[in-house]
């Protein structure tokens, strides 16, 4: 699976847009990007995936690049909730790698008031 | 629906001693796939059981075993405990495994 590389630590204001950025130069075709969260003891929370095309659900959006080596997730509107760490996963969708997550240092997202 | 389960919330263990953690998936989810994470660090992949199957395992050692049962919940049992496998032990179950991944709230292991 690709290595990823997020920054460490992002912050932002309540009822703004959180945009978390994700490279993974090395991703190959075959390769989803995951996002998970994980609030303070509680297990990860799954987010979001996409292969190629943008995509939207009730959490997020996902914005992956044309030529697939960089990904922004996107919460429009962060709330102090969203306090956590934020992990971007790229992962085989077959083979050997039967999803098997391999989380990383991922990002420290923190919402102030 | 009820999300994944885990039992125990907590355990205090000592050394060398022999500790077994089970988990529930959601219902219609035939994959379970366990990770052990360390204070301060993201989660580590320790097994993957898919149809009662082993399809995968982390690198950690043989002290470290589990099964799947046929209604597919998981048993995750750790022997000779050491002091490092100190974690929260989570627990994830999916459809196939090979799809998006549900954790549960995790196991707080303490070895003393």
């Known amino acids: 699976d690709a290595k990823t590389t997020q920054p460490p630590s992002m912050d932002c204001a309540e009822g703004r847009a959180a945009n978390l950025p994700c490279n993974h130069s090395?991703?190959?075709?075959?390769?989803?990007v995951y996002w998970y969260r994980q609030i303070h003891s509680q297990g990860p929370q799954y987010i979001i995936h996409?292969?190629?095309n943008n995509e939207t659900n009730e959490m997020a959006s996902l914005i992956i690049t044309e030529d697939r080596k960089s990904s922004t997730l996107i919460l429009p509107h962060a709330t102090l909730r969203d306090t956590a760490v934020y992990y971007c996963?790229?992962?085989?969708?077959?083979?050997?790698?039967?999803?098997?997550?391999?989380f990383g240092q991922g990002t420290i997202l923190t919402v102030h008031p | 629906d009820a999300g994944v389960t885990q039992s125990p919330t907590h355990l205090i263990k000592t050394r060398g001693q022999q500790v077994t953690l089970r988990c529930s998936p959601i219902?219609?989810?035939?994959?379970v796939s366990w990770y052990q994470q360390v204070l301060g660090q993201g989660p580590q992949f320790i097994f993957q059981?898919?149809?009662?199957?082993?399809?995968g395992r982390g690198n950690f050692p043989d002290r470290f075993s589990a099964r799947q049962f046929p209604n597919y919940s998981s048993e995750l049992n750790v022997n000779a405990l050491l002091l490092g496998d100190s974690a929260l032990y989570l627990c994830?179950?999916?459809?196939?495994?090979?799809?998006?991944?549900?954790f549960g709230p995790g196991t707080r292991l303490t070895v003393l």
């Open positions: 090395t991703i190959s075709g075959n390769e989803y």
């Open positions: 996409g292969l190629k």
């Open positions: 219902s219609g989810h035939k994959s």
């Open positions: 059981y898919y149809e009662k199957e082993e399809r």
């Open positions: 994830a179950s999916s459809l196939t495994g090979y799809n998006e991944q549900f």
């Open positions: 996963i790229a992962i085989n969708a077959g083979g050997t790698s039967y999803g098997k997550l391999t």
